[in-house]
DNA sequence: CTATCAATAGCACTTTTGGGGGATAACGGA
DNA sequence: TCCGTTATCCCCCAAAAGTGCTATTGATAG
């Protein structure tokens, strides 16, 4: 028997969706709220297995209320249901654990099914949804774009990345402090930067090391 | 209609499956092989729509296999198709642009679902793989590592990162530059790093900031 | 009420960095 | 052979960064 609790602003909504899964032997509602705002002490009373979250709602909306469940209850089931499909707050909702992700015009079954396959462990996402979460995957990988750094200067900006001062490289590569510095000072100009932090942060980031 | 390419060293099975794609009205079977070594070669002669990509095979394997269609075919759909699901495999095969990945368990109904649907743009995966993809997802956003940096010290390293020097900051929160000093002077401490650069890539792989 | 913490600010002093000039030797391709 | 690139080195000099102290204020937790 699968313990319901159902988060969504529209009321209408919200008792056609009680009244859809009441329909069904094995699933029982045990509550409905419209903002996530006691969401904490509503699942701590109501001990449901599955939640079924809107993203918009008033006061807090459904992303700050799969973060506060997972962290709070991290073996209750959170399923977000939304209008929204925006990347930014898909990917908001998977990094909290959201346990899976449908658009509202998901059919009612496809819904049932859903719960049902969420309550065993499984991830139910439309395939839309899927997709977009690949792409992230993909673009997260991106290549790695080629500034034009020799393999002296690449040994040189990774020991800065390490925090090693001028000096200290110089005495690694048995060079000058002079020669660090026109390493240096070559590496700035052609990754368009004016100073080391500026190089570390662009360096990590287009992941020119890890 | 779909034209589909099928990689799938058992016979047996390519052959089970030809005959079921074959039986549907709207899907052609343009070959099947029993290796990717010349993949290239072969969806360049054959043009298909979509490719189903069994995972281990003699030879090329299907993560070389995917990885060389989506390099070179990035509009063709592919489909891993596997009994083994290792988290390994599976990411790899993700990362190199698969369209979706099916267990050899799933049915041949929801075979033929699987490429009606990858065929028009989504991302069909079994709710289990669904799962593993989003555990990747959070762990991926590892250590929420509290340095106990204050808000304040987080604008200010977030500053420095952009490269800004004392001044800049300084002039940015309309603090003296002898603020900023103390500030860095206590991030510093707090994240055991002597210096800028270091401050810098250390909150960039902590993912403080991104 | 007090102790702690966050944010602010200052000063003295040293070291490091960055920007501007150069220069030279070695290597490799056009 | 000549030119471009790489790696090496030098000087000057001003600006920036880092270290070690102290100190005041306001908010907050106990």
Redesign the pocket.
């Known amino acids: 028997m699968h313990q319901i609790l159902i988060y969504e602003d529209n009321e209408r909504l919200r008792n056609s969706l009680e009244l859809l899964l009441k329909g069904m032997p094995n699933m029982n509602v045990v509550g409905g709220f419209g903002n996530c705002d006691k969401v904490i002490e509503q699942v701590k009373n109501l001990s449901p297995t599955v939640i079924l979250m809107d993203i918009d709602m008033p006061g807090e909306g459904g992303i700050i209320g799969v973060e506060k469940v997972k962290r709070h209850f991290p073996e209750v089931f959170v399923l977000m249901f939304t209008v929204f499909d925006d990347d930014e707050r898909l990917m908001a909702c998977l990094r909290s654990g959201a346990n899976g992700y449908l658009l509202k015009k998901t059919s009612p079954l496809q819904i049932i099914d859903a719960i049902e396959n969420v309550a065993s462990g499984g991830a139910p996402m439309t395939p839309e949804i899927a997709r977009r979460v690949l792409e992230t995957f993909k673009v997260e990988r991106k290549i790695p774009s080629d500034l034009?750094l020799?393999?002296?200067?690449m040994q040189v900006l990774e020991l800065l990345i390490k925090g090693h001062?001028?000096?200290m490289i110089a005495h690694d590569?048995s060079?000058?402090v002079?020669?660090v510095?026109?390493?240096?000072?070559n590496i700035?100009e052609k990754m368009h930067v004016?100073?080391?932090?500026e190089a570390v942060a662009k360096a990590l980031r287009m992941r020119l090391f890890e």
């Open positions: 034009g020799t393999p002296r200067e001062t001028y000096k590569f060079i000058s002079e020669t510095r026109s390493h240096l000072k700035y004016n100073n080391g932090n």
